[in-house]
């Protein structure tokens, strides 16, 4: 198609630019060569969810030059990714701006450079893996960029039943007003929680972008690991959805269909709560009590409590301790 057709008069704001950027060093790194689509009928391909996520490359003149577009419409990109009625939905607000799309590009220098940086922290997480293998057999990847709460570090507790070593695995996309410092929750991990699982866990990030896709998502998140050369992942209830658009138990059931695909062990669970009989924190479906009895562990409230300075029950005392001397640097 003739691009001057497409006189381009959206306004792309600096998150949507900043995503593209990662996506396009997703695709070129090599993690998520085999996502691209560089036409309307392969993104009709991944209607298929155990593909993983399709990714477009967005018409952006700003950062790039291409003389081959097709368009993808909202109705139809929404449905495939996301689902019925995701038109509104959280993750097609994310990562959908325009109905324009590029099968090729040239991406302009001052960008080339950006997206070169996050190239080489995609390959850099996977040289770290490939190097911790020689030392460890089994290697567990374990999904979460909050404060640690003792629902964590139950999940810890339980992957490490089944890896030798398990390393937490945040996606770090743009960085918004709100999110967590991520060299801060490097230093919960690392220096404080590190000793309590007698060194065998580590904070190594992973540069990529969250669609909030749930079961969808949590296919491309276990075919990712797998790549990054990970033996293990842990996925628990609403893997990656938001809104409670997708049912708890979704992204679960929808792997298990689909566990024949890859090497890597998917490590299950229902979510970490507080039982009052038995008066310790669980794995939901791992005590017989039921679900009466059973508290929920809250990110949220811990987050709350250490703004006001308070102390949440259901998190370590050290963790809070630092997490308040820290609170000014911790956002
Ligand atoms: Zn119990």
Redesign the pocket.
Known sequence: MNIQFFECSTKFDSDFIERTLIDIACIESGMLTKNKIDNKKKFFDFINLKKGIPIAIPYIPEILDSNSIFKIELSDYSNIIFGKKSEKYIGTKLSYSTNLFVSNYKIKSQYRIIIDNYIKEILDTKFKISQLKNKYKTIGAFQTRNIPHLGHEKIIEMMLDHCDLVVINPILGPKKPGDLNTERLKFIYNNILKSRFNNRILFIPLRANMFYAGPREALHHTLIREWLGFSHFSVGRDHAGSDNFYRPEEAKNNLKRYQDLFNIKILYHNGAYF?K??NKI?LKGS???NFY?LKEVSGSKLRNCLKSYKTYEYASKDVQDWSKQNIKTLY
């Open positions: 039982c009989s038995c669980i005590c017989k009590h009895e």
